[in-house]
């Protein structure tokens, strides 16, 4: 007689095993530890062997606790999440300001893994591997042409401290391969792009996330500016998605005064927690821009929230991602983690500004995709806050709750039919292809580049330079046609100038030149040169 096995066994399954993953929760919120199976807890014990015994088809444990414990904090929130330990390094390494590796900084370029700049002071650095040069083999395994991905050369090229990996190295203009042993080391990693003297007087920095390093890196920068003149200074952190929380209040601790609330925390199972400004500020004083867009998040909020409430300095750009939900993690034996949302953060005013989440993952994720829909990113009239969500500065000024930091200023996104040939041309990829490929063939010839200073000055994109330009242009289909191309032909020289001197110099090299042409940019120094 056959045996039938009941179809709904694996549904009921899963809400038995999500059960015991929020009862290991509780036990791990009390003890400080965590044991998927907890001892004593046989029902599931004997589910899990009844399952693995008598199910249809192979079943793996493993997979079915990922599944659940994923599908799980799926229906809490869009921020508590489980990384598993595969994924565990790539997602921390940012975070951690270190990483342990061979130390390149690397982009694929025509299935080939070349070399943007070698990482200073550090192993590659260190044994003559150079910028420009393409890694064609690794541990003697071919990595050229085969599609390989930025995440499987990282594998690859990571690895623990002191360990050793070979390479074999393509370099223009020498015969053969160069082979190299690598010993891996802990190299940095950095939250801020750049730092520099925008103009006299006038100071930038650019944060592109929240790091353990990140208020280090601000104090020297700040401390460096200062020497160099700065009076005012513009903090750029668009698309910055956020990191950890003490980091953002050490960083809006360098503007606020002391005894300035930066922000609290509270949460149902987490007592409030207040957060406020030392006597340690460098900038506690001096005209203040901070820009921030639709991928300003977390961690960036609070700056820029704390900034704001306390009228310090003005908001420019868009309104921000919206994440105000505070998360703590959980590590497991085997080396994944689970990121919990335990409390709410808010601003110095009471605003919490975390945006809805009650539609679903997909429609949160989508946010942007519907701001634009809505032209909210061309038109600040088209954001409608309720009077709820409405709060005062001490001086008086509106400030919003409920779906990211309004900007004081607002920043449309550029558009412009005087554009419509840049456009093109970014969006089809050739200018930063252009770049690399013309940093290539001349490499040796702009080694006199020490600086950006040097190169900002010394270096400018001919009219001969152009003109090869324009011939690949149209030879990948894209027309230099138009009534005005005056702005377009300004902005693709000026973005090829900048991407030259990313390859050359690194961020040093590339935002310098490519702020002359950036609309909040260029609002920010207005902003700063119009206040006495």
């Not at 809490?76 to 390094?89: G, M, T």
């Not at 499987?152 to 053969?176: E, S």
């Not at 160069?178 to 100071?203: C, E, H, K, N, Q």
């Amino acid at each position: 007689m056959e045996k039938k096995t009941n179809p709904y066994l694996p549904i009921w399954f899963a809400m038995v095993l999500a059960g015991g993953i929020l009862l290991g929760l509780f036990i791990a919120s009390r003890t400080g530890s965590f044991n998927f199976l907890p001892s004593g807890n046989d029902k599931i014990r004997e589910v899990i062997s009844y399952v693995e015994s008598n199910y249809v088809d192979t079943l793996s444990k493993k997979v079915l606790e990922e599944k659940a414990i994923t599908g799980l904090l799926e229906k809490l929130d869009p921020h508590s999440v489980y990384i598993s330990a595969e994924e565990f390094h790539e997602a921390n390494d940012p975070l951690l300001g270190s990483f342990e590796g061979i130390g390149v900084q690397f982009r694929i370029e025509n299935d080939t893994v070349t070399v943007i700049n070698p990482v200073s002071g550090g192993p590659s650095e260190k044994l003559g591997v150079r910028a420009g040069d393409r890694i064609v083999r690794v541990d003697g395994k071919n990595i050229a042409g085969i599609k390989i991905t930025n995440n499987d050369v990282m594998r690859k090229l990571k690895g623990p401290k002191g360990t050793k990996v070979q390479v074999a190295i393509f370099r223009r203009g020498t015969p053969g391969l160069l082979d190299f042993t690598i010993t891996r080391d802990v190299i940095p990693t950095y939250s801020m792009d750049v730092a520099y003297m925008a103009a006299p007087g006038i100071g930038y920095i650019r944060l592109n996330n929240f790091s353990a390093t990140t208020h280090e890196e601000v104090h020297q920068a700040i401390e460096k500016l200062l020497s160099n003149g700065m009076k005012k200074l513009i903090l750029d952190l668009r698309g910055n998605g956020g990191g950890y929380l003490k980091a953002a209040i050490d960083v809006a601790d360098e503007f606020l005064s002391s005894g300035n609330l930066i922000v609290y925390t509270e949460g149902m199972h987490h007592d409030k927690e207040i957060a406020k400004a030392t006597s340690d500020g460098l900038f506690e004083i001096g005209d203040l821009v901070v820009l921030v867009d639709e991928g300003t998040a977390s961690a960036a909020e609070i700056v820029s929230g704390a900034i704001q409430d306390h009228d310090r300095g003005m908001i420019a750009g868009r309104r921000s991602f919206g994440k105000g939900l505070v998360q703590e993690q959980m590590d497991f034996k085997d080396g994944s983690a689970v990121r919990l949302t335990v409390a709410r953060y808010y601003t110095p005013t009471g605003r919490c500004i975390q945006k809805s989440y009650k539609d679903g993952l997909e429609n949160y994720n989508s946010d942007y995709y519907h701001r634009f829909m809505k032209g909210e990113l061309e038109h600040p009239d088209s954001i409608k806050f309720p009077d709820s969500l409405k709060y005062k500065t001490p001086k008086g000024r509106t400030v919003y709750g409920g779906g990211g930091i309004m900007p004081d200023v607002f920043i449309p996104l550029e558009k412009d039919s005087a554009l419509y040939f840049y456009n093109q041309c970014i969006n089809k990829g050739i200018v930063y292809q252009f770049a690399f490929d013309y940093t290539d063939r001349h490499r040796s010839g702009m080694l006199h580049f020490k600086t950006a200073d040097q190169f900002e000055k010394g270096f400018a994109v001919t009219d001969a330079i152009y003109i090869d330009f324009l011939k690949i242009a149209s030879e990948k289909g894209i027309k230099r046609n138009g009534k005005d191309l005056t702005k377009s032909d300004r902005y693709v020289k000026t973005m090829i100038k900048a991407y030259i001197g990313r390859n050359l110099l690194d961020n040093d090299g590339f935002f310098p030149v490519m702020n002359t042409i950036d609309p909040a940019f260029i609002k920010a120094m207005e902003i700063l040169e119009k206040k006495k």
